[in-house]
């Protein structure tokens, strides 16, 4: 599977963006798709997830700021991010897992910035 992300950018804190994903190359309803966070210095951490079926599960510090959704007819996941927080800013990668193998696969990342 090939992921295509876009949407990233500078907003001010209090602000939205919203990133999304365009997946090709495989049956998209076999993947469980995320979307991940990394700053310079620190492992790359888990923002959402929602499963084939549409379950989302989020981290603590992005419930009820952020949503992610999936489009299983146009192969999209998308990222809606509400109240950003300058903590927000990092480089944002979207993930999809195959729910056969458990292989995690990537696309490039999307720069988000927050300004105070």
């Known amino acids: 599977v090939q992921l295509q992300a876009s949407g990233g950018g500078l907003v001010q804190a209090g602000g939205s963006l919203r990133l999304s994903c365009a997946a090709s190359?495989?049956?998209?309803?076999?993947?469980?798709m995320g979307w991940y966070r990394q700053v310079p210095g620190r492992q790359r951490e888990l923002v959402a997830n929602?499963?084939?079926?549409?379950?989302?599960n989020y981290a603590d510090s992005v419930k009820g700021r952020f949503t992610i959704s999936r489009d299983n007819v146009e192969k999209t996941v998308t990222l809606q991010m509400n109240s950003l927080k300058p903590a927000d800013t990092a480089v944002y990668y979207c993930g999809a897992q195959s729910t056969y193998s458990g292989r995690l696969y990537w696309g490039q990342g999307t720069k988000v910035t927050v300004s105070s």
């Open positions: 190359g495989s049956i998209f309803s076999f993947y469980n």
């Open positions: 929602i499963t084939n079926g549409g379950s989302p």
